[in-house]
C-alpha cells in the first residue's frame, strides 16, 4: 500500500511524453508502483499486470499508460521493429520495466524510479531524473 501511496503521489507531477525507468531485482515492487501510478490516473490497479510476454500493456486512463516489460528481451536490437517515439513522446505515460534492455534506444530525458529490497516487507524507492537535477519530486 505504501509503494502505491508513493507512485501515485509521483504521478501527480507527471506530464504527457514523461518516461519512468523502473529499476529494481525481481520482486522489488516495479508492477506495484506501476499500479499505484495507474490508479492515480484513473486506471483500476487490479488491470495492471506485468506486460512480461507481451511487451508492453496499454491502460486507457486520465492519460494513457504505456507499460513495458523488456525482462525477457535478448537484446536491444529486437526493438528494432517497434515504434517506441510513438510511445515514449506521445500523450501519455511510458513506464519501463528493465530499461537496461532499451540499449542504444534509451532515451536521455526520463525519470528514475529505483527499488531496492531492505527487507522483506520493506523497500527503499529512490526517485530521480538523472539528466536535469532541477527536476525533482519530494514529499
Known amino acids: 500500500q505504501e509503494t502505491m501511496s508513493l507512485a501515485a503521489q509521483f504521478t501527480r507531477h507527471l506530464k504527457p511524453g514523461d518516461i519512468i525507468f523502473l529499476e529494481g531485482e525481481l520482486g522489488a515492487g516495479k508492477t506495484v508502483f506501476t499500479k499505484g501510478m ?3 490516473l484513473r486506471v483500476n ?3 495492471v ?3 512480461t510476454f507481451v511487451l508492453m500493456n496499454y491502460y486507457k486512463g486520465k492519460l494513457p499508460i504505456y507499460h513495458f516489460d523488456l525482462y525477457r528481451l535478448e537484446n536491444s536490437e529486437e526493438l528494432k521493429t517497434v515504434q517506441l517515439d510513438e510511445y515514449f513522446y506521445g500523450d501519455g505515460i511510458s513506464v519501463i520495466e528493465w530499461p537496461q ?3 542504444g534506444f534509451a532515451p536521455k530525458q ?3 524510479v ?3 529490497h531492505k527487507s522483506e516487507h520493506q523497500r527503499q524507492i529512490c ?3 538523472p539528466s536535469n537535477p532541477q527536476r525533482k519530486f519530494s514529499l
Open 38 to 40: 495507474a490508479k492515480a
Open 45 to 47: 490497479p487490479q488491470k
Open 49 to 51: 499486470t506485468s506486460p
Open 101 to 103: 534492455r532499451l540499449g
Open 110 to 112: 526520463h525519470w528514475l
Open 114 to 116: 529505483a527499488l531496492k
Open 127 to 129: 526517485i530521480s531524473y
